[in-house]
């Protein structure tokens, strides 16, 4: 029976698309640094390769023998440096095991905006990934998703006190989308046998503006939550508050200008698909671990 590798199981959306793929009775094989992480995966019949995303060596052994693959390129620790060159150094990686071995069809998440090479910050280690997977004679799908609902995780502890931090305007509105919507897209994409590389661009059922994260957690907490907006240029600042590098923190305040200014947009945006998963559903999940 064809194998299905899934990288990135123990995060947002690899354990999704693993999870989906066994549901529908396929052979998987899926990937972390840590087996004793993996244990729920053995015990729900996957293989677990014992895989660093940066090591070649690790990747051609993951890849081998199998039908297709689920890629991502993990977030890096906060402190980082040098962070689009660690990144250049996992997507080496993909690319040398990809080539090197016989799988079918890979999907790579990509992020909504990798069409631009420059003013996205952290999206731009995925415009490299783009370019240097498109050079591989096996198919690649680029599934960018737009901003993860699961982002608002970490305002939550202070919205239950009444207010929603955000740094964009309360009202204003961009695509996002939950990562078990996400996995679930990758998972059947995976299934599918491309004949040459292709974009898939994911949303979520509809654009939602701070206002309206603030409106649904009122509702959900039964407790009046309002949106605390805080100037966009104080982002950097912010993210070195919370211990990032001052390159990662400037990363992250080219991404949030890049949503405000409209410039992190879709490269296609009459056939950008829509998940079904509503706003309330993912954040109701997310109170609940809380
Ligand atoms: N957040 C957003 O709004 C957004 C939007 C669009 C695209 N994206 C992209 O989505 C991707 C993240 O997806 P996700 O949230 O599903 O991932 P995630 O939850 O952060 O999980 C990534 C996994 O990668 C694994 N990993 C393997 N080798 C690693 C290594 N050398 N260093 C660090 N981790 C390693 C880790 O698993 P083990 O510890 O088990 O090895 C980790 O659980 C990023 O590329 C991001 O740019 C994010």
Partial sequence: MAEYVVAGVTGHTGSVVAQTLLDSGRKVRVLTRDPHKAERWKKRGAHVGQTDLSSPHDLLNALRGTEAAYFLLPPYPPNTTSVRGKAKKMIDAMVQAIGGTDVKHVVFLSSIGAQHADGTGPVLSLHDAEQELKTLKTPVTFLRACYFMENWAPALPD?????????????????????????????????????????VELAGPEDVSPADVARVLSKLLETEVEPLVEPLDQVAEAFTGMGFSPEYAAMYQHLYEAIASGRLRWEHPESVVRGKDTLEQALAAMLAKL
């Fill in 159 to 199: 919205a239950k006190e009444g207010l929603l931090n955000t740094f964009l305007p309360a009202e204003l509105k961009w695509a996002q989308v939950a990562a078990h919507d996400i996995g679930q897209t990758a998972a059947h994409l995976l299934l599918e046998h491309p004949k040459q590389h292709r974009v």
